[in-house]
C-alpha cells in the first residue's frame, strides 16, 4: 500500500475555472443592483480566506449570509459549472477515470453543486469531501452542516488528519488552505494550481508551480503525461490569423501570442528564440537565417496555401516539419476569378474609373458575356480544376494547361501547350504555384501570343507576371483588361502603403492579395492548421506535411513513443534498433519514412526502460532531432 498516490484536488479555481458562490451570487442576483455589489462582497471574502487572511468558517457563513438560495438555484449553479471545467481538466478527463481510486476532491465548498460536476469525470462519490448545504422544507438554504469538518478554519487539514491516507500524497489547489495540508506534513508535494488564479502568498509556498494539469503530471513522470508539458509550448502566430486558431491553440494548452503583421528577417531572428511552432500566411519570409536563429522550433504552419516564402530546404535540415491548408480557402480564390472575369469581359472596372470622372459612358462597346468564351487555366491543381468546373457552369469553354498530367474535369479540354492555350483563349487565368522556377514564367512574351483584346487574371504569386510587359499590352489596348491581386513585393502589413506597379489603366483590377480573405477561408484555414499542428505535437503524425515524408499514426496507448529525425543516410534503423537490443526493449510498433533529404522513424516501446536508451538513440550520427512523446 505504500507506493500508492493519491491526488487530492481542489474544486473551486482549480477543478473549475471560478469560484462556485461567485457564480450562485451572479445566478441570484443577475440583473438587479445588488449583482455588482454583492458579487464585490462575495469575492472579496473569497479571496481573505485563500490567502489567509480571514478564517474560513468566518469567510463562509459571510458569504451564506448574502446568498438567499435554493435548491433550484443550486442546480442551476451545478449546471453552470459542468461549463465552467478548467481547459486542461477537460483535456485530462481520461485521467481521472483512470486514477479514479486515487482522485479525492477535497473542497471547502459544497457537494451538492460539485458532486454532479466531478461525476461526470468518473471521480467517486465516495471520493468527494466537501460541505453540504441544510435547507428548510421550502427548499430554501438555511446554512451549512456545521459538524463537517470542511467548514472549520484548518477543515482541510482535520479531514486529511482524519483520513490518513496510506501512500505519496500529492495535493493540487489555488488556495492557501490547500497548502496548509502540506504545512501540516500530511502531503509529499503542494502543487499551486495557476490555471485560473495566481495568489502570490500561496505561490510562495509552493513545492511547484504548475499553470496546467499537465505540468502536473509531467512534474511526477505520470504514464499519462506529455512529454513535454503543453502549458510550456510557446506559439507565435504571425500576419493577424483567425483568432479561432489561437483559441484552439490555448484551449490545447499552449502559450500563444498572435501579432497583427509580418516580421522583417531580423525582428523574426530576435522573435522566434524559445518559440516552438510558428504561424504565418504568405507575407512573412522564413529564411534559413531564421530557421537557425530559431533554438526550440518543432514545426511551421502556413496559414495558406503557397509555401514558397518558406525556405523548406532550412525547415527539413533542422528537422521543422512544415505544414500548410492547401484546400480552405480555394473556393475563395475561385469566386474572386470568377467574379473578375466577369467584370473585366463587362470592362466593369473602366466604367467606374469613368464613373469617378463624371463621365456617363452607356455603352456596350468591348463589353461581353463570359458565355460560350473560352477560358485558359494555366496550373489546373486544386484552384485551376475548381475554377475550371464553376466556369463551366456559366457556360464557358474550358482549356487548360499544367507541367504535370492533370485529369480534365467536366468537359475541359487539355492543352500539351501553352502557347496553344494563349492562342485559344479571350481569358487567361494564372493558377501555377510559386516555385522559384516560376519566377517571371509569364513573360511579355506569353502576353504578345495572346490573342488581341483577352483579359489576364494572375491570383496565383506576384513575381510570375512581368508586369512592365503587362502595362505596355494593357496601354497599347493588345490586351483589354487585367486582375491582379498579387505582386512581386507587398507590404508587410496594412500600415505600410503601397505603389502600385501598374497604372493609369483603366481596365484593370489591383486588389491587396486578398484571393483567399474570405471569412469562410479564414475560418477553416483557422480550424485546419491549428488541427494539424496539435496532431503532430501529440502524435508526431506529419500526414500532410509539405516537407517531411508523410507518416500517418494512430494516437499512442500504452507505451512510450520515440520519434527520431535524421538525416537520409543508409544504416539509421539498423544502429537504432541495435539500440533498442542493447537495452532488451520491446518494440510495439514501429514505423518509417524517407524522402531525399530525411528520414523520420517512429517507434513504440513498452514504458519501462532504461534513460541511458535515449541518450543512445541522440548520440546516433546523423540524428536532426529527437523527442519522445509519453
Ligand atoms: N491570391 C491569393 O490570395 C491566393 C493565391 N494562391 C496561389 O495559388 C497557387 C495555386 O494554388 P493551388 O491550386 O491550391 O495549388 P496546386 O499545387 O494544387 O496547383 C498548382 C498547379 O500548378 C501547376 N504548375 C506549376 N508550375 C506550372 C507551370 N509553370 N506551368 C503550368 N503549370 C504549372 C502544378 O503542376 C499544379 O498542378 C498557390 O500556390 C498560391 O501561390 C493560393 C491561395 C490564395
Ligand atoms: O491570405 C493569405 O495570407 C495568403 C493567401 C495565399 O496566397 C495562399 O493561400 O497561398
Not at 504 to 513: E, F, R, V
Request: net charge negative; with cysteine; proline share 3%.
Amino acid at each position: 500500500m505504500a507506493d500508492k498516490r493519491f491526488f487530492v484536488i481542489d474544486f473551486d479555481s482549480t477543478f473549475t475555472k471560478v469560484e462556485a458562490l461567485d457564480i450562485l451570487s451572479d445566478i441570484l442576483y443577475e440583473g438587479t443592483d445588488k449583482k455588482v455589489e454583492v458579487g464585490k462582497k462575495i469575492k472579496d471574502l473569497t479571496d481573505q480566506a485563500m490567502a489567509g487572511e480571514l478564517s474560513f468558517r468566518e469567510a463562509l457563513e459571510q458569504r451564506l449570509a448574502l446568498l438567499d438560495a435554493t435548491k433550484k438555484d443550486v442546480e442551476q449553479l451545478s449546471g453552470e459549472l459542468k461549463l465552467l471545467v478548467s481547459e486542461s481538466v477537460k483535456r485530462n478527463r481520461s485521467f481521472f477515470t483512470n486514477e479514479k481510486d486515487n482522485v479525492l476532491i477535497v473542497s471547502s465548498g459544497f457537494k451538492d453543486f460539485i458532486t454532479p460536476v466531478v461525476k461526470d469525470f468518473g471521480i467517486k462519490e465516495e471520493n468527494i469531501y466537501a460541505n453540504t448545504f441544510t435547507y428548510n422544507d421550502k427548499d430554501e438554504v438555511t446554512g451549512f452542516d456545521a459538524s463537517n469538518p470542511l467548514s472549520e478554519h484548518k477543515g482541510k487539514v482535520k479531514l486529511m488528519k482524519e483520513l490518513a491516507l496510506e501512500g505519496e500524497v500529492l495535493v493540487i489547489g489555488d488556495g492557501y488552505t490547500d497548502y496548509e495540508i502540506r504545512e501540516a506534513g500530511l502531503a509529499k508535494t503542494f502543487f499551486a494550481f495557476t490555471e485560473n488564479i495566481k495568489r502570490e502568498k500561496v505561490l510562495a509556498k509552493a513545492d511547484v508551480e504548475a499553470n496546467s494539469f499537465e505540468e502536473i503530471l509531467h512534474s511526477i513522470k505520470h504514464p499519462m503525461a506529455t512529454s513535454f508539458p503543453k502549458s510550456k509550448i510557446k506559439v507565435l502566430l504571425l500576419e493577424n490569423v483567425h483568432q479561432d486558431a489561437k483559441l484552439k491553440l490555448e484551449q490545447e494548452g499552449y502559450q500563444v501570442e498572435l501579432l497583427g503583421g509580418a516580421l522583417d528577417e531580423d525582428e523574426l531572428c530576435e522573435k522566434i528564440k524559445g518559440v516552438h511552432i510558428l504561424g504565418i500566411r504568405s507575407k512573412t519570409i522564413l529564411t534559413r537565417k531564421v530557421v537557425e536563429a530559431a533554438d526550440r522550433l518543432m514545426l511551421v504552419g502556413a496559414f495558406c496555401i503557397g509555401t514558397n516564402q518558406i525556405d523548406l530546404k532550412a525547415c527539413t535540415d533542422h528537422g521543422v516539419s512544415v505544414f500548410n491548408a492547401p484546400f480552405s480557402n480555394t473556393r475563395s480564390v475561385v469566386e474572386m476569378a470568377i467574379g473578375e472575369i466577369i467584370l473585366l469581359m463587362r470592362q466593369i472596372p473602366k466604367r467606374m474609373r469613368q464613373m469617378d470622372r463624371k463621365e456617363w459612358s452607356k455603352s456596350a462597346n468591348g463589353s461581353f458575356e463570359v458565355r460560350g468564351k473560352k477560358l485558359g487555366i494555366i496550373g489546373y491543381g486544386n484552384i485551376g480544376s475548381q475554377l475550371s468546373v464553376l466556369a463551366e457552369m456559366l457556360g464557358m469553354d474550358v482549356y487548360y494547361y499544367d507541367v504535370v498530367e492533370k485529369l480534365a474535369l467536366g468537359n475541359a479540354t487539355k492543352l500539351s501547350s501553352l502557347d496553344e492555350l494563349l492562342a485559344t483563349c479571350d481569358v487567361v487565368s494564372l493558377h501555377v504555384d510559386g516555385r522559384p522556377s516560376n519566377k517571371k514564367f509569364f513573360t511579355g512574351e506569353h502576353i504578345n501570343k495572346m490573342k488581341k483584346g483577352a483579359v489576364l487574371v494572375n491570383l496565383a504569386r506576384g513575381p510570375v507576371v512581368e508586369l512592365d510587359a503587362l502595362q505596355i499590352a494593357l496601354e497599347t489596348g493588345h490586351l483589354s483588361g487585367a486582375a491582379i491581386d498579387v505582386f512581386p513585393v507587398e507590404p508587410k502589413n496594412n500600415n505600410d502603403t503601397f505603389d502600385a506597379p501598374l497604372s493609369n489603366i483603366d481596365n484593370l483590377i489591383l486588389t491587396p492579395h486578398i484571393g483567399g480573405s474570405t471569412l469562410e477561408a479564414q475560418e477553416n484555414i483557422a480550424d485546419f492548421v491549428p488541427g494539424k499542428m496539435i496532431e503532430y505535437v501529440n502524435t508526431g503524425s506529419s500526414f500532410n506535411s509539405v516537407n517531411f515524408p508523410n507518416v500517418q499514426l494512430p494516437r499512442l496507448e500504452n507505451g512510450h513513443r520515440l520519434l527520431h529525425i535524421h538525416r537520409n543516410k543508409s544504416g539509421i534503423l539498423a544502429q537504432m534498433n541495435n539500440v533498442f537490443a542493447k537495452h532488451g526493449c520491446n518494440i510495439l510498433g514501429q514505423y518509417l519514412k524517407t524522402n531525399e533529404e530525411i528520414g523520420y522513424v517512429i517507434t513504440d516501446i513498452d514504458q519501462s526502460y532504461q534513460p541511458e536508451l535515449l541518450e543512445d538513440m541522440r548520440a546516433i550520427e546523423d540524428t536532426i532531432k529527437f523527442r519522445i512523446l509519453y
